[in-house]
């Protein structure tokens, strides 16, 4: 994957508890398919070169450090105060005059749509570009205000949004890059005041766009791509959705899964060629799978050593 050609931090916002999952583990630290929730987004700011990576976590840590130890930064967030400040936190740890801002539920963003996002921000020669989505049903997002020229001038959040913004079908998709020091010297300057009384990181948008400075918009309709992950069905979702991705990658190899909906294969298994998965396979963990092996049917493997077989 073509890597950018600059010093960049990566700010990843992964401290929200996930109330909605009803689980006492932070949800960025379910897994789809064998990988934490949190695991696909670091790895996008790793294909994409950052120079340091910085995850914003609660107190409760220590599951981030098992999984990354010193390979990022950690800053933390003890209390839920909204996205501007988990925001705040990260950029004091930021190192470069670049940042690029994630949000940790999001699995499903590609390396390629990062690369097209700020390709997009030299070429208009912005402070700060946002990635926006075109949605059907954006309920529950912020919505895009633009100008007559194009220009972002502000996000308004579906709480505080007019019956007339709510309208709007172009939404933000949470992913943002740009000066790091503009968007610095913005969070300082917004309030709690709003109907959740947190501090908004899309408020810092509408400071810099006051100040004068360009705020552009890199507009995608892959909708898919921004799924976040709230509540247990959306984990079902991107469960789905990255299982799809990943038997058609593998079935282009040349593996034939005989029956995906009753196949399950963990992202961290490793498959040779001419391989023949039978249905209700689960194949987990640190497996691997020689060339020319057929897998099933109605078998459980986990790192390699059969838990349940029919033949057993």
């Given at each position: 994957m073509p890597k950018l050609q600059e010093k960049l931090s990566t700010i990843i916002l992964a401290a929200g508890i996930g109330k909605r999952m009803k689980s006492k583990t932070p949800k960025v630290l379910?897994?789809?398919?064998?990988?934490?929730?949190?695991?696909?987004?670091?790895?996008?700011?790793?294909?994409?070169?950052?120079t340091q990576?910085?995850?914003?976590?609660?107190?409760?840590?220590?599951?981030?450090?098992?999984?990354?130890?010193?390979?990022?930064?950690?800053a933390i967030q003890s209390e839920p105060l909204g996205t501007g400040d988990a925001a705040t936190k990260g950029l004091r740890k930021a190192e470069h005059p670049n940042v690029l801002i994630l949000?940790?539920?999001?699995?499903?963003?590609?390396h390629s749509?990062?690369?097209?996002?700020?390709?997009?921000?030299?070429?208009?020669?912005?402070?700060?570009?946002?990635?926006?989505?075109?949605?059907?049903?954006?309920?529950?997002?912020?919505?895009?205000l633009r100008d007559p020229?194009?220009?972002?001038?502000?996000?308004?959040?579906?709480?505080?949004?007019?019956?007339?913004q709510q309208e709007i079908t172009e939404i933000n998709a949470g992913v943002y890059y740009g000066n790091t020091e503009a968007i610095m010297s913005a969070l300082g300057e917004i309030t709690a005041d709003?109907?959740?009384g947190e501090y908004y990181l899309t408020d810092a948008i509408r400071r810099i766009a006051e100040k004068g400075k360009l705020v552009?918009?890199?507009?995608?309709?892959?909708?898919?791509?921004?799924?976040?992950?709230?509540?247990?069905?959306?984990?079902?979702?991107?469960?789905?959705?990255?299982?799809?991705?990943?038997?058609?990658?593998?079935?282009?190899?040349?593996?034939?899964?005989?029956?995906?909906?009753?196949?399950?294969?963990?992202?961290s298994v490793r498959i040779g060629n001419s391989v023949n998965i039978r249905p209700y396979s689960?194949?987990?963990?640190?497996?691997?799978?020689?060339?020319?092996t057929t897998i099933g049917p109605f078998v459980w493997i986990r790192d390699g050593k059969i838990i349940y077989s029919s033949r057993a």
């Amino acid at each position: 994957m073509p890597k950018l050609q600059e010093k960049l931090s990566t700010i990843i916002l992964a401290a929200g508890i996930g109330k909605r999952m009803k689980s006492k583990t932070p949800k960025v630290l379910h897994r789809i398919m064998g990988k934490p929730i949190i695991s696909f987004v670091v790895e996008v700011a790793q294909d994409l070169g950052s120079t340091q990576t910085i995850l914003v976590v609660s107190d409760r840590s220590d599951p981030f450090y098992e999984l990354f130890g010193d390979t990022v930064c950690y800053a933390i967030q003890s209390e839920p105060l909204g996205t501007g400040d988990a925001a705040t936190k990260g950029l004091r740890k930021a190192e470069h005059p670049n940042v690029l801002i994630l949000c940790g539920d999001v699995p499903l963003l590609q390396h390629s749509t990062i690369v097209h996002l700020i390709e997009h921000h030299r070429s208009q020669h912005a402070d700060v570009t946002i990635l926006t989505c075109q949605m059907n049903d954006p309920f529950g997002y912020g919505r895009i205000l633009r100008d007559p020229t194009g220009r972002v001038t502000e996000i308004v959040e579906q709480t505080d949004a007019s019956p007339e913004q709510q309208e709007i079908t172009e939404i933000n998709a949470g992913v943002y890059y740009g000066n790091t020091e503009a968007i610095m010297s913005a969070l300082g300057e917004i309030t709690a005041d709003n109907k959740q009384g947190e501090y908004y990181l899309t408020d810092a948008i509408r400071r810099i766009a006051e100040k004068g400075k360009l705020v552009a918009g890199y507009k995608i309709d892959r909708a898919e791509e921004i799924t976040g992950i709230n509540t247990k069905q959306q984990l079902a979702h991107a469960w789905g959705l990255v299982k799809r991705r990943w038997f058609d990658l593998l079935m282009e190899r040349g593996v034939y899964i005989e029956d995906p909906a009753t196949t399950n294969i963990d992202l961290s298994v490793r498959i040779g060629n001419s391989v023949n998965i039978r249905p209700y396979s689960l194949i987990e963990g640190n497996t691997v799978i020689s060339d020319g092996t057929t897998i099933g049917p109605f078998v459980w493997i986990r790192d390699g050593k059969i838990i349940y077989s029919s033949r057993a």
